[in-house]
């Protein structure tokens, strides 16, 4: 399963480069661009999963660039970087088509929150809202779990954990990515607290806990799903 890319379109050397730093260390493919019509160019090209696009731009400023991506079909979920607090230039960036805005200057971290809740929630959903594997179903749609012919009970968060590493199945969560979008990137509790979670999932639904088939770890990342 190929990462999602990321395209940057910032004219800031400085900052593009150390925004390009970590998106790449969060997982992603990244793409950038310095100038407006260079973003424009390069976005309907390679159709990237999501676009990180400032306002304050040559050749183009960040808001006609998105405004032509969306003229032109591109469906892809698009934040914008303004330096400016003002209201009025955030809701001309969401009228234009944008999904989010983050106003300079800003935390990597809450960046990172907000590309990944815009990728979940731009990506498909799983089929039918069933998940299956091994003797186990799960239909996160009405919140219920079999294993053998037999309920299992779990709550609502260990559904959000389940859901979320099944929808990136093969592919690392890393802890900070689960506590950005099922706890939430404003009420951060520990990583210890995705670690208990996951060891409840494995004690409910794998067949040998201690040696987990389905729930991995990838020491020093995070977890993974594989079916």
Known sequence: MS????????DESDLLRGLELNIKADGYE?????????GLETALRERPDLVVLDV????????????????KGFEAPIIILTARSEEVDRVVGLELGADDYVTKP?????????????????????????????DVEVDFEKQEAMRGGTR???????FDVLRLLAENRGR???????LDEVWGYEHYPTTRTVDNHILRLR?????????????????GEGYKFVS
């Open 56 to 71: 304050m731009l040559p050749g183009m400023t960040g808001f006609d660039v998105c405004r032509e991506l969306r003229r």
């Open 152 to 158: 299992i009970d779990l709550t609502g968060k260990e």
């Open 30 to 38: 990244v793409l950038s661009a310095q100038r407006g019509d260079e």
């Open 203 to 219: 004690q409910k639904l794998e067949a040998n806990p201690s040696d987990p088939r389905h729930i991995l770890s990838v020491y």
């Open 3 to 10: 990462e999602p890319r990321i395209l940057i379109v910032e």
């Open 172 to 178: 690392i969560v890393t802890r900070d990515r689960l």
């Open 106 to 134: 800003f935390g990597i971290r809450e960046l990172l929150a907000r590309i990944r809740v815009r990728l979940r929630r731009h990506a498909p959903a799983i089929g039918n809202a069933i998940l299956r594997f091994s």
